[in-house]
T-cell receptor, first 119, second 115 residues
Framework: AQKITQTQPGMFVQEKEAVTLDCTYD???????LFWYKQPSSGEMIFLIY??????QNATEGRYSLNFQKARKSANLVISASQLGDSAMYFCAMREGYILNNAGNMLTFGGGTRLMVKP | NAGVMQNPRHLVRRRGQEARLRCSPM?????VYWYRQLPEEGLKFMVYLQKENIIDESGMPKERFSAEFPKEGPSILRIQQVVRGDSAAYFC?????????????FGQGTRLTVV
């Protein structure tokens, strides 16, 4: 089974509107972290936001917020007031396991969603 | 405060040659992670190193690939006798300790093209 699933290969959004990018995950570990990255056409990986499995509140960073629904195992990224510069690939990733054991060494990435912002 | 530095940004090698990719972690970081991204895919973990030690190489191909992180100098990912299937973007990330909650910063990647 896929550990991280992003079901939207591509999405369009109108400039200034909000958009939600879906991410579901699969783990039996009670301790995990969820990350979102942006990869523009230039190729670098830009860290956007992090949510820990024990965090009580949804993470927010500026225009980015994470809609964390633990029971449904989903961690959707919400981008408010889309800008043209938001056009990029977006990747959801998960780190399993407490950091003291080897399971916490790696991030597992989804296949990504390509977001295109229309002017 | 410089971020994670990778070089070269682009590397072209003929089949059978060796590729050496370098990663200088952020200042004060002693943990390095290498990932590979094939075209149109997400990143896949290859190896995790601390200074002078390989901690987890479960994602590294058994043949032709090796990694090191010496006491002095950058971490090196080495691919011997490259083949077309090695063409990918290789990313390095660093952290000051074992992967924490938010120390998840990547370098700009090295794009390897095998011709």
């Amino acid at each position: 089974a896929q550990k991280i699933t992003q079901t939207q290969p591509g999405m369009f959004v109108q400039e200034k509107e909000a958009v939600t990018l879906d991410c579901t995950y699969d783990t039996s570990d009670p301790s995990y972290g969820l990350f979102w990255y942006k990869q523009p056409s230039s190729g670098e990986m830009i860290f956007l936001i992090y949510q820990g499995s024990y965090d009580q509140q949804n993470a927010t960073e500026g225009r980015y917020s994470l809609n964390f629904q633990k029971a449904r195992k989903s961690a959707n990224l919400v981008i408010s007031a889309s800008q043209l510069g938001d056009s990029a690939m977006y990747f959801c990733a998960m780190r399993e396991g407490y950091i003291l054991n080897n399971a916490g060494n790696m991030l597992t990435f989804g296949g990504g969603t390509r977001l295109m912002v229309k002017p | 405060n410089a971020g994670v530095m990778q070089n070269p940004r682009h590397l072209v090698r003929r089949r059978g040659q060796e590729a050496r990719l370098r990663c200088s972690p952020m200042k004060g970081h002693s943990h390095v992670y290498w990932y590979r991204q094939l075209p149109e895919e997400g990143l896949k973990f290859m190896v995790y190193l601390q200074k002078e030690n390989i901690i987890d190489e479960s994602g590294m191909p058994k043949e032709r690939f090796s990694a090191e992180f010496p006491k002095e100098g950058p971490s090196i990912l080495r691919i011997q006798q490259v083949v077309r299937g090695d063409s990918a973007a290789y990313f390095c990330a660093s952290s000051p300790r074992r992967w924490g909650n938010t120390e998840a910063f990547f370098g700009q990647g090295t794009r390897l093209t095998v011709v």
